[in-house]
């Protein structure tokens, strides 16, 4: 069995030791007008965390247990392997969109507070298996033969979200343009 506290602090783990000391310029660095830049996928992380644990948990606390098909072990196995992928590209919704709304230092703050809350939520919510709500990431990944999520698999899920974007976050500092690390500064935008 995976295990979603230790995979959600490892991924918090990653994203902070990956924008560790960021320059100004590192952190709004984006290779091309199309991409990201490191201070946007923070963003969206943490903006993805907080909707999923206020919103779809609240959902998630009333919904229908998983289908009686529901392969639990193959779903988990799809969400921790296939979810942070990065030969897929799936545009997320508006609402999680980054547009500057919180910036770096900020991010970087909520992250360590929505990941303390995830490690509660395994800690405190024993049901968390009990409750299953649609998926379209998972339909997505399985090619439309799985559709829902039990809520220990969408803990799985947030930190395979994030493992996604340290990835996205290691390709931007990856790129030729990527500043050079001189201009690193000792302040966080």
């Known amino acids: 069995m995976y295990n979603a506290k230790d995979n959600i602090e490892e991924s918090r783990q990653g994203l902070i ?20 830049s490191i201070a946007e996928v923070l963003e969206h992380v943490v903006m993805t965390q907080e909707l999923i644990l206020g919103a779809v948990f609240e959902r998630l606390a009333n919904a229908p247990p998983a289908p009686a098909d529901h392969d639990r072990d193959t779903v988990d196995a799809l969400i921790v392997n296939n979810f942070p992928d990065r030969s897929m590209k799936f545009k997320g919704p508006e609402v999680l969109q980054p547009t500057g709304r919180v910036p770096p230092s900020e991010a970087l703050d909520r992250l360590n507070q929505t990941c303390a809350h995830i490690a509660e939520c395994v800690d405190s919510k024993p049901d968390l298996r009990e409750h299953a709500v649609d998926s379209p990431p998972l339909k997505a990944v399985s090619q439309g033969k799985y559709q829902f999520i039990d809520g220990y698999q969408l803990l799985l899920a947030m930190a ?18 990527f500043p050079a690390h001189e201009n690193r500064a000792a302040s966080v935008a």
């Open 17 to 36: 030791a990956a924008t560790e000391d960021l320059s100004e310029a590192q952190w709004h660095f984006k290779p091309s007008p199309e991409c990201w």
């Open 160 to 177: 395979a979200h994030n493992e996604r974007h340290l990835r996205q976050i290691r390709e931007v500092k990856a790129d030729a343009g």
